[in-house]
C-alpha cells in the first residue's frame, strides 16, 4: 500500500487560513488525528481523501494527485462522513452499495454489491429502504459501501458521533479487523489508544505528532487545563 505525502499542504477560503501549511507522511496502518472542534480535522480528512484542493502544496498518494485524478482516488481511498445522511444519496440499501462500485466503472457492479452486503451478513438489505435504517445501521451501511469499492486507505471523519454505546464498540471492532490502512478523525482520545501514530491539530496547525501514548496524554493534559469559554466552538 502506498503512502499518503502531504507537502507544504495548506487549506484556506476566503483568505481565511483552516490549515497551516503542513508536511506530513503517513504510511502507519494506524493513524489517528486528534483535536477540539475547530482544528480544522474534517477539512484534513478532506484533503486526504481528495474531495477538495489544497490552497497550496500538494497531497498525493504514490504520486497520484488525490484531487485532480478522481479515478485514483476512487480506486485508493474511502471516506467515511461524521454524518451519513451526508454521504447516503440513494433509497435503497442496494443502489448505495452499487453506486460506488459503478463510478469505478465495475461491470459487476450489483452482484459485487450483494456480495459485500453478505459479507456483513446484511444480504436482506439489498431492497430495504434506507430511511427504515437506524443511525448506527446507516454508518455500517456506509461502511459496507466504502469497503466494496476495496481502497487502500479509509478515512473516517467522528464515525463514533451520536452513535450509542453497543453500536460504538461493534463499529470499533469492525474497523479494527480492517486489513486497510485507516485514518480516523477524533476529539476522543478514547478512539485512538492503541494506535501507531496520533496527529494532534490545534488552530489549523500540527500541535504534536508521535506515538498514540505520548501524543494522547499530552491532548489531554490540555484540555483538562482549557477554559470552558465556548467561543471554542466557533468554525
Not at 21 to 33: E, F, K, Q, Y
Not at 139 to 153: D, G, R, T
Request: glycine share 10%; proline share 5%.
Amino acid at each position: 500500500m502506498g503512502e499518503i505525502r502531504l507537502e507544504n499542504a495548506g487549506y484556506e477560503v476566503a483568505g481565511r487560513e483552516i490549515l497551516a501549511p503542513m508536511n506530513l507522511v503517513l504510511s502507519a496502518r494506524r493513524v489517528g488525528i486528534v483535536g477540539r472542534n475547530g482544528s480544522g480535522k474534517s477539512t484534513l480528512a478532506r484533503l486526504l481523501a481528495g474531495l477538495i484542493a489544497p490552497s497550496r502544496g500538494t497531497v498525493r498518494l504514490a504520486g497520484d494527485d488525490l484531487f485532480a485524478d478522481r479515478r485514483a482516488a476512487l480506486a485508493r481511498v474511502g471516506i467515511l462522513f461524521q454524518n451519513p445522511d451526508h454521504q447516503i444519496i440513494f433509497p435503497t440499501c442496494g443502489e448505495e452499495v452499487a453506486f460506488g462500485l459503478a463510478q469505478q466503472g465495475r461491470k459487476d457492479a450489483e452482484p459485487a454489491a450483494r456480495a459485500a452486503l453478505a459479507e456483513f451478513d446484511k444480504a436482506h438489505w439489498w431492497d430495504r429502504p434506507v430511511g427504515s435504517l437506524s443511525g448506527g445501521q446507516r454508518h455500517l451501511l456506509c461502511l459496507i459501501a466504502v469497503l466494496a469499492m476495496a481502497p487502500e486507505w479509509l478515512i473516517l471523519d467522528e464515525p463514533f458521533a451520536g452513535l450509542d454505546i453497543p453500536t460504538t464498540r461493534a463499529l470499533h471492532r469492525r474497523i479494527a479487523a480492517l486489513e486497510q490502512k485507516v485514518v480516523l478523525i477524533s476529539h476522543d482520545p478514547a478512539a485512538l489508544a492503541g494506535f501507531d501514530r496520533v496527529i494532534w491539530l490545534e488552530g489549523g496547525a500540527v500541535e504534536a505528532d508521535g506515538p498514540a501514548e505520548a501524543v494522547l496524554a499530552r491532548f489531554g493534559a490540555a484540555m483538562e487545563g482549557a477554559s470552558d469559554d465556548l467561543t471554542d466552538l466557533a468554525g
